[in-house]
């Protein structure tokens, strides 16, 4: 295996949409993905103005069987910025070689070269294999945060009280 890691290019995006259905496969939401490749490019590669996303894409002797898609947040309590990853994914023939560690890895070289202090996600409580290869790296868990969501009809309402 010889992998490389690196910046999603417009090009990538095809790949970046089909790696999104595979994660709504494994996540058992198979209709779940609204997003089309025009929203991505949108989000990544703006024709105007600074992306409010990133993704790295993983490549497999050339072959695209990775990503991880993040965008910056911020930490009042140390006045610094973070990341926030929204999405890993590994294609299930690729995975065990050390893809996701070296994903994870490259997002944690981002945070300390730009003197960021978190790198932070979220992982389905039912997902045991993805939790304890997280806590194999140190990750802690937030048991005590809740994450919460507005969408849909509760969000419009929401915007118009």
Same mark, same amino acid.
């Given at each position: 295996?010889?992998?490389?890691?690196?910046?999603?290019?417009?090009?990538?995006?095809?790949?970046?949409?089909?790696?999104?259905?595979?994660?709504?496969?494994?996540?058992?939401?198979?209709?779940?993905?609204?997003?089309?490749?025009?929203?991505?490019?949108?989000?990544?590669?703006?024709?105007?103005?600074?992306?409010?996303?990133?993704?790295?894409?993983?490549?497999?002797? @050339? !072959?695209?069987? *990775?990503? /991880?898609?993040?965008?910056?947040?911020?930490?009042?309590?140390?006045? =610094?910025?973070?990341?926030? #990853?929204?999405?890993?994914?590994?294609?299930?023939?690729?995975? @065990? !070689?050390?893809? *996701?560690? /070296?994903?994870?890895?490259?997002?944690?070289?981002?945070?300390?070269? =730009?003197?960021?202090?978190? #790198?932070?996600?979220?992982?389905?409580?039912?997902?045991?294999?993805?939790?304890?290869?997280?806590? /194999?790296?140190?990750?802690?868990?937030?048991?005590?945060?809740?994450? =919460?969501?507005?969408?849909?009809?509760?969000?419009?309402?929401?915007?118009?009280?």
């Amino acid at each position: 295996m010889s992998i490389l890691i690196r910046d999603a290019a417009p090009a990538d995006l095809p790949e970046i949409l089909r790696l999104v259905h595979a994660l709504a496969e494994y996540e058992r939401e198979p209709d779940a993905v609204e997003a089309t490749i025009d929203d991505f490019a949108r989000a990544l590669f703006p024709q105007d103005g600074t992306p409010t996303t990133y993704a790295l894409i993983v490549e497999d002797d @050339g !072959a695209v069987v *990775g990503m /991880a898609v993040w965008f910056v947040t911020f930490s009042t309590w140390t006045g =610094r910025n973070g990341i926030w #990853l929204e999405d890993l994914f590994v294609d299930p023939a690729n995975r @065990g !070689a050390g893809t *996701g560690k /070296a994903l994870l890895t490259r997002l944690a070289q981002i945070c300390v070269e =730009r003197g960021w202090t978190r #790198l932070e996600w979220t992982v389905l409580t039912w997902n045991e294999p993805a939790i304890a290869f997280y806590e /194999a790296l140190g990750s802690i868990s937030m048991d005590e945060w809740q994450t =919460r969501r507005l969408q849909g009809d509760a969000l419009r309402i929401l915007a118009t009280a």
